[in-house]
């Protein structure tokens, strides 16, 4: 029996006392004595009381009904705060860490000049720009094939990059899909809270992903435009050289056919 039940059970009795002290007879006060010497007690029946004792059961009914509604509307709050306590049963924190870690690993295996500040400084300081113009002509013509070669390698890195944003499209798109239903099923709001946390993590990872492809991208045809630079200036060093006859010549008539 629920607790409801109780009390409308113990609101019924009340009433049903109420109805039965105010039905109940009442002695009179003793009758004069007749002409006889008899007398009698006869059922004294007011119907103001009766009427005031069921207006007060009617009133206490409805004062133990108030409470009752008062109890259930108690009873569904905390059942509502249970429900906005509850956590998030499902988290896609593993995979997305693991779909950054993959592109972050792809771009620490850049080949010859790595994304680093002072690795790049240190390339360009000893085999581009005015540098490939130094040396002998052998030592050139070994820094442009040098040159020439990490442009290769780092378009080779872009295209790897760009790998493996794709390949990370499709998991990106299974736990959208799995934090969207999540979310559609929530039965609270730190649920649905959580949910769109975790939506707005993928979000990042995904930007994330963008931006590696678009530095891999831009980091090749960077190389590119500098060894382009460079070969330009070896080009005009050895034509200097070229055309630089030195302190020692002296012109001459040169007859060169019969």
């Known amino acids: ?55 007060t059961a009617a009133r206490s009914l409805e004062q133990i009904n108030n409470q009752i509604a008062q109890l259930q509307n108690e009873a569904q709050m905390l059942v509502n705060q249970g429900r906005n306590l ?30 680093d500040v002072a690795t790049i400084d240190e390339a360009f300081t000893q085999d581009y720009g005015t540098s490939a113009a130094q ?16 442009s ?5 890195d872009a295209l790897k990059v760009q790998a493996g944003v794709v390949g990370n499209i499709e998991t990106a798109r299974t736990e ?3 934090l969207v239903g999540q979310s559609q099923a929530a ?19 995904q930007i994330s992903d963008l931006t590696a492809a678009i530095t891999a991208q831009n980091r090749a045809h960077s190389l590119e435009a500098a060894r382009t630079a460079s070969a330009e200036a070896q080009a005009r060093e050895n034509l ?19």
Not at 92 to 110: H, K
Not at 187 to 205: C, D, E, I, R
């Open 176 to 178: 959208m899909q799995a």
């Open 1 to 55: 029996m629920t607790k409801t039940t109780k009390l409308a059970g113990h609101a019924f009795a009340v009433l049903l006392i109420s109805s039965a002290i105010a039905l109940s007879p009442t002695t009179a006060p003793p009758a004069q004595a007749g002409l006889f010497g008899g007398g009698f007690s006869g059922i004294v029946y007011d119907p103001t009381n009766h009427a005031e004792n069921l207006l």
């Open 86 to 115: 509850a956590s998030l049963p499902y988290s896609s924190l593993a995979q997305l860490q693991s779909s950054v870690q993959q592109t972050q690993q792809l771009l620490n295996e850049a080949q010859r000049i790595a994304h």
């Open 187 to 205: 039965t609270g709001a730190l649920q649905a809270t959580q949910a769109g946390n975790q939506l707005l993590a993928l979000q990042s990872q």
């Open 135 to 150: 040396g002998d002509f052998d030592a050139m013509i070994g820094g442009a094939r040098e040159r020439w070669l990490t």
């Open 152 to 156: 290769v390698a780092g378009f080779e």
């Open 240 to 258: 200097t050289r070229f055309l630089d006859y030195g302190d020692d010549y002296e012109p001459t008539t040169v007859r060169m056919f019969r």
